[in-house]
């Protein structure tokens, strides 16, 4: 019964991540999302700065900390509500899919028992 309840939850969340892997072979624009969007809105960073309580000097530190992927999940966030965005993320398995995945690990983990536990 427990594996049947896995094998429901991997092929739920595999049909979720079908748009997150397109998602994928897009890159992000050279100045980052936060930045990008911010000026195809043209929203001053004044504005931002407001809303979430900072400096615009700021909102140009958390652009830039986007791009050099430092930037804290709640930033980002905030930034982007701030902007009357929602932020989206996912993690991805890189070429196969989830399902793949989870019975590659599985079989390697068997394998190590083997290895390790002569006789099983």
């Given at each position: 019964m427990r594996e049947l309840g896995r094998e429901f939850a991997l092929r739920d969340l595999e049909r979720q991540?079908?748009?997150y892997r397109k998602?994928?072979?897009n890159r992000?624009?050279?100045v980052g999302w936060l930045r990008a969007l911010r000026q195809a809105l043209a929203m001053p960073a004044g504005d931002i700065a407001r809303y979430m309580k900072l400096s615009p000097k700021m909102v140009f530190q958390l652009e830039r900390s986007e791009v050099k992927k430092t930037i804290t999940l709640e930033r980002l966030e905030e930034m982007a509500r701030a902007m009357n965005c929602d932020l989206v993320y996912a993690v991805?398995?890189?070429e196969r899919s989830l399902i793949e995945v989870a019975e590659a690990h599985l079989h390697?983990?068997?394998w190590q028992k083997r290895l390790t536990h002569?006789?099983?």
């Open positions: 991540l079908r748009p998602a994928v072979k992000p624009p050279s991805v398995p890189w390697r983990r068997v002569p006789g099983w």
